[in-house]
C-alpha cells in the first residue's frame, strides 16, 4: 500500500514545513542537509544541555511540529482523507500528539522530555516516519468508515 520513494518525499515535506516556519526568510540561505542536522544527535553534550531544567526550547517544539505536520501531510495526500495534528507540548517538555481523520485517531503519541527529541541519522528519520504513515494507513484503510464521518 505504501508507495516507493515515502521515505524521501517524508524528508522533503519535513524540511517544507520548517521553511514554512521561518517567517522572517533567516533560513533561506542554509541547505535542507544544514537544516535537518537540527534533527540529529550529536555528539556533543549540547543534547544534554536542559536535562533536569523545566524550559523546553522553542526549536525543539519547531522539529517536533515539523515532524508530525509533515507525517499528518503525507498521510493525507497518500489517503485523500482530511487530516489533522493536534500537537500540544508543555514548557516542561511533555505533552501529546494526536493525528485524526474524520473521527478516527491514526496517530496517538506521548512526549516526554521534548529537548531529546532528535534521530541518530537522516536514514532513522525516514523510518520513524515511515513507520507512522504505514501504520495510519493501515488503520484508514480498515476503518474507513469512522474516518468519514
Not at 544544514?34 to 526550547?57: M, Q, V, W, Y
Request: charged share 35%; glycine share 6%; aromatic share 8%.
Amino acid at each position: 500500500m505504501v508507495k516507493e520513494g515515502l521515505g524521501e518525499d517524508f524528508i522533503k515535506e519535513v524540511v517544507k514545513h520548517i521553511r514554512a516556519y521561518d517567517t522572517y526568510r533567516t533560513w533561506e540561505k542554509r541547505s535542507d542537509e544544514e537544516i535537518l542536522k537540527d534533527f540529529l544527535k550529536g555528539d556533543s553534550k549540547r543534547s544534554l544541555s536542559f536535562a533536569g531544567h523545566c524550559e523546553t526550547d522553542p526549536k525543539v517544539i519547531l522539529r517536533i511540529h515539523a515532524f508530525f505536520k509533515a507525517v499528518t501531510s503525507i498521510i493525507e495526500k497518500l489517503s485523500g482523507f482530511i487530516t489533522s495534528a493536534v500537537i500540544n507540548i508543555d514548557g516542561e517538555g511533555n505533552g501529546i500528539v494526536l493525528i485524526y481523520a474524520g473521527r478516527l485517531i491514526l496517530i496517538n503519541k506521548t512526549i516526554r522530555d521534548a529537548n531529546r527529541f532528535r534521530f541518530k541519522s537522516l536514514d532513522h528519520i525516514r523510518s520513524e516516519g515511515e513507520k507512522l504513515i504505514e501504520k495510519a494507513l493501515d488503520l484508514l484503510e480498515k476503518y474507513q468508515e469512522v474516518a468519514k464521518i
